[in-house]
Every structure is written in C-alpha cells, then in structure tokens.
Nanobody, 119 residues
C-alpha cells in the first residue's frame, strides 16, 4: 500500500491549491474503514493536524484553516482531497496525508507534497 500526495507547488498568497492523496494498492474495505487526515509540517516546526475526516464523515479543522480549507474523500477512486483557499504565507509547509484503520490495525502516511505560498 502506498499513499501518494500530489498537487503541491508554488502559489501566491490569497490563491488556491488542491491537494490529492491516492491510495495505491489499498482494498476498499480498508479505505472506507480508515480515518483520514492531512497534516502540515512547516520548516523547523512539528507536524500539525490540518484537517481530518472520520469513517462516519465527521470533519474537524484546525482553527487556523477553518472557513478556508475543505477536506473530502472519494471512496470509488480511493482518494482524499484538501481544497485550500485564501492561502497565507504561513501555510508554506510539506503536507502529508494519513489513513488509519482501527478495524484493520493499519496506518499509512504519504511521502508529502510541498506547498510554498509566496507573499
């Protein structure tokens, strides 16, 4: 199983970016039983939770991104998304996706995708 993030790049402050996390080699039951989340690690800082979506669709956002970011998933395509709007320079970070299934006892991290927000 591999989680592969994409969609990172350089964006101007105020702009938008959509990240995608594709679960390669993951059976559907593991995908649907997994809580999913996006984390961000800014330079010199710890990895922090940005947004998460539980198996029953409950969504939680970090206070700093509420109203600007939107997390969603596509079971058919086995993908997780993060729509980021009104980006700020402090949003510059490597963004990681994680899928964790308590039912199967599995936890997978992606390799990260870099987002740089220029002022």
């Amino acid at each position: 199983v591999q989680l592969v993030e994409s969609g990172g790049g350089v964006v101007q402050a105020g702009g938008s970016q959509r990240l995608s996390c594709a679960a390669s080699g993951m059976i559907l039951s593991v995908f649907t039983s997994s809580d999913k989340a996006w984390y961000a690690q800014a330079p010199g800082k710890q990895r922090e939770l940005v947004a998460q979506i539980s198996t029953d669709g409950v969504i939680h956002y970090a206070e700093s991104v509420k109203g600007r970011f939107d997390i969603s998933k596509d079971n058919t395509r086995r993908r997780l998304y993060l729509q980021m709007n009104s980006l700020k320079p402090k949003g510059t970070a490597v963004y990681y996706c994680i899928f964790a299934s308590r039912s199967y006892g599995t936890s997978y991290w992606g390799q990260g995708t870099q987002v740089a927000v220029s002022s």
